[in-house]
C-alpha cells in the first residue's frame, strides 16, 4: 500500500499528478475507495479552507488543490457509484443557485447512485426551475440541494418555495447539506431532511422512500419531524 499521507499532501499542495498516482496505486492495493475520501481527501480539502481562512491560501490554491481532489475522486467515483440494477428512486441534485462549489455534491451524488438511486446531476450554481424543471419533466422524487456559502443558503429556500408555488412540492422530498447547513436551517425552510455528510445523505434518502437499512450508517442524517412519516 502507498503511503496514503502522500495523497492527503498531494490535494493539499495541488499536485494533481501525484493526487492521481497515489490513488491508483492504492486501489490497485484494494484500498477502500470510501476510507481514501473520508480519511484523506476531505481532511486535506479542510486543510485548504483553513489555510484560506487565515490568508495562507488565495483564490489559485483552492482551485489547484480542487483541481487535485477532482482528479482522484474522477478514478473512485465508478466505484462509489456502482450499484444493483432496481432504482430505490430518482434524485435531481444541485449546488443551489450562486454557488459554485460542486465537490460535496458530487460525492453524494456518487453514493447516492451507490445508495440504489437513479441520479440526475442538475450541476452548480441552479436556478429554483430548473429543479422543478427536473421534478416535472424527469419525474424526480427527491430534490437534493447543496450549499457551500452563508451567502447562498438563502436560495435553498427560494428552491423550496419555487417548488411550492409551481404545485410540485409536496409529491417530492427536498433534502439539504452543505458544510454551513445545519438540521435548525433545514427545519426553518421547511425541507424534509438534513444530511451532515455524504453517506448521511444517503441514509436519509432512503429511509424517506421508505427503505430503512443496515447497510448505510445513518449517524448525521435527520428527518425534519413530521416529514419523516414514509410510505
Ligand atoms: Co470556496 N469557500 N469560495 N472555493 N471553498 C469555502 C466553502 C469556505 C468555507 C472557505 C473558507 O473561508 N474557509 C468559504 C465559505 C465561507 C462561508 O460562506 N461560510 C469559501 C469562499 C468564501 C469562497 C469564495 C467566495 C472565495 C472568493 O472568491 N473570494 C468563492 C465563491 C464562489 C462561488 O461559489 N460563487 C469560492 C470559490 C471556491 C473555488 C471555486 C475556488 C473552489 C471550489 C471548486 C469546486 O467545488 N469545483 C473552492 C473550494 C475548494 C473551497 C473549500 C476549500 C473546499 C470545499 C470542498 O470541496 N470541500 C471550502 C473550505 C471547506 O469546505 N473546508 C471553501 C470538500 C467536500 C467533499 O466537502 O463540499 O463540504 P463539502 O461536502 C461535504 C458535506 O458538506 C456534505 O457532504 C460532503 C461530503 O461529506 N454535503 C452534503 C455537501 N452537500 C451536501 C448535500 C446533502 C447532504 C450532505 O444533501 C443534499
Not at 491508483?24 to 486535506?44: C, G, I, K, T, Y
Not at 483541481?67 to 430518482?90: D, Q, S, Y
Not at 443558503?153 to 454551513?180: C, F, N
Request: glycine content about 10%.
Amino acid at each position: 500500500m502507498p503511503d496514503l499521507r502522500k495523497l492527503y499532501e498531494a490535494i493539499l499542495s495541488g499536485d494533481a499528478k501525484s493526487a492521481v498516482a497515489v490513488t491508483r496505486e492504492a486501489l490497485a492495493e484494494n484500498a477502500d475507495p470510501l476510507e481514501l475520501v473520508s480519511q484523506f481527501m476531505v481532511p486535506a480539502m479542510d486543510e485548504v479552507g483553513k489555510r484560506f481562512e487565515c490568508e495562507e491560501y488565495f483564490v489559485p490554491e483552492l482551485l489547484i488543490s480542487a483541481r487535485a481532489m477532482k482528479g482522484a475522486l474522477e478514478l473512485l467515483r465508478p466505484l462509489l457509484a456502482a450499484r444493483g440494477a432496481e432504482p430505490l428512486g430518482r434524485v435531481a441534485i444541485g449546488t443551489v443557485k450562486g454557488d459554485l462549489h460542486d465537490i460535496g455534491k458530487n460525492l453524494v451524488g456518487s453514493l447516492l447512485e451507490g445508495g440504489g438511486f437513479e441520479v440526475i446531476d442538475l450541476g452548480s450554481d441552479v436556478a429554483p426551475e430548473k429543479f422543478v424543471a427536473a421534478v416535472r419533466e424527469k419525474g424526480a422524487n427527491i430534490v437534493a440541494l447543496s450549499a457551500l456559502l452563508t451567502v447562498t443558503m438563502p436560495s435553498m429556500k427560494t428552491t423550496i418555495e419555487a417548488l411550492r408555488q409551481a404545485g410540485v412540492r409536496e409529491g417530492v422530498k427536498v433534502i439539504v447539506g452543505g458544510a454551513p447547513v445545519t438540521e435548525q436551517y433545514a427545519r426553518e425552510i421547511g425541507a424534509d431532511g438534513y444530511g451532515d455528510n455524504a453517506t448521511a445523505a444517503v441514509a436519509l434518502a432512503r429511509r424517506l422512500m421508505g427503505r430503512q437499512t443496515t447497510e448505510v450508517p445513518s449517524e448525521g442524517a435527520m428527518a425534519i419531524e413530521g416529514h419523516w412519516d414514509v410510505t
